[in-house]
């Protein structure tokens, strides 16, 4: 079950974990991947990623597959955020639409930071509010919101490492 306010690479990397599989093998077990989708569908950017939000035809194939309400789903997405740092009518736009009108909001869906305290405190697992372009810092463990681990220096954005494992360095 994702936990309050996950992001949903965060959820599909914690469950594949527990399965012991790879993102795309658990994306296409929780019904986000369509005909002919693949990688793509599950990656943090590109204009076809489930993290931009989905149709409400995919969140009911998703929430029959795993249990989870439609609701639920998109709350782990950007779409989290329509109303607020997106226009209202995001929640309307075709899956294919959605990227170009995040990228000109408020959010910068490249950039993925995280609280490292936060991180080790969820089991590895990370907030969607995290990578908003209002948070620079945690206010729980007072500390900048890194956008690259303090160890490797590799980068947790595009191409980054997503699934945290234990938790992280900070």
Do not use: N
Not at 46 to 53: E, H, N, P, T, Y
Not at 102 to 117: A, N, Q, T, Y
């Amino acid at each position: 079950m994702p936990i309050p306010c996950e992001a949903l690479l965060s959820w599909l990397d914690h469950s594949a974990a527990e399965c012991e599989v790879d993102r795309v093998s658990m994306a296409g077990a929780c019904g986000f991947l369509g005909a002919g989708e693949g990688a793509a569908r599950v990656s943090a950017a590109g204009r076809r990623s489930a993290v931009f939000g989905l149709s409400d035809a995919a969140a009911q194939r998703v929430s029959a597959a795993t249990g989870l309400l439609a609701d639920e789903i998109q709350a782990m997405t950007w779409m989290r955020f329509a109303g607020t740092a997106l226009p209202v009518q995001a929640a309307g736009v075709a899956s294919e639409g959605k990227f170009p009108l995040v990228k000109s909001s408020w959010i910068d869906p490249v950039e993925l930071r995280f609280c490292p305290g936060g991180v080790d405190e969820r089991g590895g697992r990370w907030s969607l509010d995290w990578s908003t372009a209002w948070a620079f810092a945690c206010l729980r463990h007072g500390c900048y919101l890194p956008a690259a681990c303090s160890t490797c220096r590799e980068s947790v954005g595009v191409g980054g490492v997503f699934r945290f494992g234990g938790g992280v360095s900070g």
